[in-house]
């Protein structure tokens, strides 16, 4: 039902569905996915690397991670034959900025007020800034940072760390003053006064709001043992940090703590530049809360087949240093570790700690409490992205927390349209990947707290689907080299249904490998 | 060499949703027909088959999945291996219904993939937006 052309100067892709032909741009605008590979179903396409929707009769993104849409080309059918005609420029560039409004009011502002304000600028506000010029939003809308730099794509600090700023920019600079989006980078605020409408900021500066987001983020936790403040110790928050390790870590000694998404993506991007790479966890295998004990394993073979050295059921008792520099980690089980550079990636805590007195509601873990149209219990104060807990609809509208990329996309652009009053409510599935030594494990859904997981395929092989289930109900899938699964069961949930533990075998049948018989052989289950 | 099927191209009447898979209550008169009708057997209406179960190759995929699904092995369907041969022998007369994927494509796609991790390629993507 999805077949790509190519019109010379360019490919489209040409779909059918429900008997009617439409042909959109080919390529994911996010990375560049061929989406002919992806998944189709019901008006829209799901792309199979990163889970991006997009709209087949528009070509508009309708779920993430990325911010363009693709450009639709016209169908004609005459004579049995299907015709699409498409601008040269749209076919080149296979990707459509949406149409936004400009501010029309800058005239006659006073400089310490503005109707929208956003604090953060990554994912959640920037797509909560672009979503209202989309809709016509056209007075002033301020966003501040506590980062350098104008938003910028976080998942690459960890899988190419020696990215700079202006490389993983989400928009270049020139965007913002085109459509009037003003950024305030390296500005703190350390308080919101929600019954005057006021921001105010570490340096005293007060900004009047009438809308506001709150979109901080995490704050990644530190080692709280002895050495800890020593120098060449990092959390990996922004690309200085990376960079900086990236240097210090070229032919010499690293010790990473934790074994989770930023620790194994760091360790695996420094495993050929290091001279020795250590990974220190509390489990016994990596990403054991995640993706589970036995698909831990396999990757956990991989890094050691990559030279990686793991110490786990472990942590760190201490941190030693010679002339002011790390020179050793001592870990619990008394092992000694040479180290020039340690990376420390063992969560994050919200970045909210600022809120305590403001009145908006946050939970025992620090999470601001938002219902399913991102609002916060305060009028005309919304919150979205890692900081922020809320109802999942796939999980029976439990409150939770989903610290990653696409969530965050999509948090921004539901709070645009509430702030707008459209009322929407959120309705997605979570998707998320992660990358190491080329491969990737996407992953969609919310495994908290399965008791199976039902694995076809060849764990060994690293060409595998696991199916995280919670009593008989299917509630996380993960796969490594079995596209387009992921996306495919992503699908099936956000059309709301459910997937039985029995019929894992049936899904996996027909999502796509029926001619592809290795998983018969293998030795997954 | 890796096979990767899509649905057959035809007119489909029917509501495409290859999410239908099971009927959650098979008493339920009312209740949508998915997959498996309420006798236990095969609904091969199911429009989550993709239109499978018909065109030139319909008769092979239906002893395949009737196969696979009554399968008992510890690898549900490793019975049925002859079953599976013979349907994709078939497939691969028709490549206009049923698209092949070949090695090559599937791992330039998997270097695209990699390559697009790094910062310079996804700049490339960006164009000079």
């Known amino acids: ?525 | 060499g890796k096979d990767r099927i899509i649905f057959a191209t035809k007119e489909d009447h029917e509501t495409p949703s290859s999410a239908e898979l099971v009927a959650d209550d098979p008493d339920d008169p009312y209740e949508e027909q998915g997959l498996i009708l309420p006798n236990g057997d095969i609904n091969w209406n199911c429009p989550c088959l993709g239109g499978m179960a018909s065109g030139p190759c319909g008769e092979q995929f239906k002893s395949a999945f009737s196969c696979f699904h009554y399968s008992s092995e510890e690898i549900k369907g490793s019975d049925c291996v002859d079953q599976f041969r013979a349907m994709q022998e078939c497939m691969q007369k028709y490549p206009d219904l049923y698209p092949q994927e070949d090695e090559n494509d599937e791992k330039s796609s998997k270097d695209l993939e990699a390559a697009s991790m790094e910062a310079s390629a996804a700049k490339e993507e960006e164009g000079s937006s």
């Open chain 1, 1 to 525: 039902r999805m077949r790509e052309v190519d019109l010379g100067c360019g490919k489209a892709l040409l779909i059918k569905e429900s008997g009617e032909f439409h042909a959109v741009g080919h390529k994911c605008p996010h990375y560049g996915a061929p989406l002919v590979k992806g998944v189709l179903s019901k008006g829209r396409v799901r792309c199979p690397w990163h889970g991006a929707c997009f709209n087949i009769g528009t070509g508009d993104i309708e779920d993430f991670p990325g911010l363009d849409s693709l450009p639709r080309f016209q169908v004609k059918i005459e004579k049995e034959k299907v015709y699409i005609r498409a601008s040269k420029q749209a076919l080149q560039t296979q990707r459509r900025t949406k149409m936004m409004a400009k501010c029309i009011s800058l005239s006659n502002y006073n400089l310490s007020s503005t109707n929208v304000l956003i604090i953060g600028a990554g994912a959640a506000g920037l797509v909560c800034a672009e979503t209202l010029r989309q809709e016509g939003f056209s007075d002033r809308i301020v966003m501040c940072t506590m980062d350098r730099h104008l938003p910028y794509d976080r998942p690459k600090l960890s899988k190419s760390m020696d990215s700079h700023p202006e490389q993983i920019a989400l928009r270049p600079k020139e965007f913002f003053c085109t459509y009037d989006i003003e950024v305030l980078t390296e500005m703190q605020v350390a308080a919101v006064d929600v019954k005057n409408k006021i921001a105010v900021f570490k340096d005293g500066f007060k900004m009047e709001y009438n809308k506001l987001l709150i979109a901080t983020g995490n704050t990644p936790k530190t080692l709280s043992c002895k050495g800890k403040e020593m120098e060449n110790v990092f959390n990996i928050r922004t690309p200085e940090d990376a960079n900086r390790v990236v240097k210090l870590a070229t032919s010499k000694n690293v010790v990473i703590v934790g074994a989770s998404f930023l620790g194994m993506e760091v360790a695996a991007y420094l495993a050929e530049r290091a001279h020795s790479v250590s990974l220190v966890e509390l489990e016994h295998v990596p990403f054991k809360k995640f993706f589970g004990e036995r698909v831990g394993r396999a990757v956990m073979k991989m890094f050691e087949n990559n030279r990686v050295k793991f110490y786990m059921q472990t942590e760190v008792s201490e941190l030693r240093e010679q002339e002011g520099k790390l020179k050793e980690v001592v870990l619990k089980s008394g092992k000694v570790l040479r180290a020039d550079v340690c990376v420390v990636g063992v969560g994050a805590v919200p970045a909210t700690g600022f809120l305590k007195q403001s009145g908006i509601n946050i939970d025992s873990k620090g999470f601001i409490v938002v219902n399913k149209m991102m609002q916060t219990n305060i009028p005309g104060v919304f919150a979205a992205g890692d900081a922020v807990t809320f109802p999942l609809a796939l999980r029976n509208n439990k409150k939770v927390n989903v610290p990653h990329w696409q969530m965050a996309h999509m948090h921004g652009r539901i709070a645009a349209l509430n702030m707008l009053a459209h009322g929407t409510e959120i309705s997605t599935v979570p998707y998320l990947w992660t990358a190491m030594f080329g491969k990737s494990i996407r992953y969609a859904g919310h495994g908290e707290g399965f008791d199976d997981v039902v694995i076809q395929g060849d764990l060994d092989e690293l060409k595998f689907v696991a199916f995280y289930t919670k009593s008989d109900e299917v509630v996380a899938v993960a796969s490594m080299n079995y596209d387009p699964i992921v996306s495919k069961v992503a699908e099936v949930l956000a059309a709301g249904r459910t997937i039985r533990k029995r019929d894992v075998d049936t899904v996996v049948f027909l999502s796509f490998r029926t001619g592809d018989m290795s998983w018969l052989t293998g030795k997954g289950t």
